[in-house]
Nanobody, 122 residues
């Protein structure tokens, strides 16, 4: 069974910073891309940032220059450093592990975390 354990969400004032972490476990052989998505009330889930195993990154337009994604391949962990937070960043943030290969399991699968709330007050 694959588990994605997210941490680091919370309440912060506008202009502040938070760091999210997501650790993936469950007999993992490799993970292609890892990333963060978010969903605000009444809105669709949107891309925040993704990172490949080789370190190539992609960011949503609204977070470019403010957020930084990184990963530790040895720990199967992805991080999201969020700076200069704005009230419009308020959302549930979901960790994603894409094309995951596991010991003794055929195929590659995508997994999602349970989500962590980020609230930015004005």
């Amino acid at each position: 069974q694959v588990q994605l354990v997210e941490s680091g969400g919370g309440l912060v004032q506008a202009g502040g910073s938070l760091r999210l972490s997501c650790a993936v476990s469950g007999s993992i052989l490799s993970i292609d891309a890892m990333g963060w998505y978010r969903q605000a009330p009444g809105k669709q889930r949107e891309l925040v940032a993704t990172i490949t195993g080789g370190g190539s990154t992609n960011y949503g337009d609204s977070v470019k220059g403010r957020f930084t994604i990184s990963r530790d391949n040895a720990k199967n962990t992805v991080y999201l450093q969020m700076n200069s937070l704005k009230p419009e960043d308020t959302a549930v943030y979901y960790c994603n592990a894409n094309r995951v290969k596991r010991v003794g399991v055929l195929g590659q699968y995508t997994y999602w975390g349970q989500g962590t709330q980020v609230t930015v007050s004005s």
